[in-house]
């Protein structure tokens, strides 16, 4: 993974924690392993940074959804 990657999977993880405060950093990163359907041990960077950024679109998605009209 790049250096550039790295900070873009860093920033998802950062606004993961911003809209999940109630979570421990462990169960955040756990979390988006889960997601990424992959046990947190063998989950790649790239998966993870792709399944962060798919959950946080989905969110905005449902969060947009009701506004719609």
């Given amino acids: 993974m790049s250096a550039s990657e790295?900070?873009?999977?860093?920033?998802?993880?950062?606004?993961?924690?911003?809209?999940?405060?109630?979570?421990r950093f462990g169960q955040l990163v756990a979390n988006v392993a889960?997601?990424?359907?992959?046990?947190?041990?063998?989950v790649e960077d790239a998966q993870m940074l792709a399944a962060a950024r798919a959950h946080l679109e989905a969110v905005a998605q449902r969060e947009e959804a009701p506004h719609r009209a």
């Fill in 6 to 23: 790295r900070t873009d999977l860093l920033a998802a993880l950062t606004e993961l924690s911003q809209r999940y405060p109630h979570w």
């Fill in 34 to 42: 889960g997601w990424a359907d992959a046990h947190l041990w063998d």
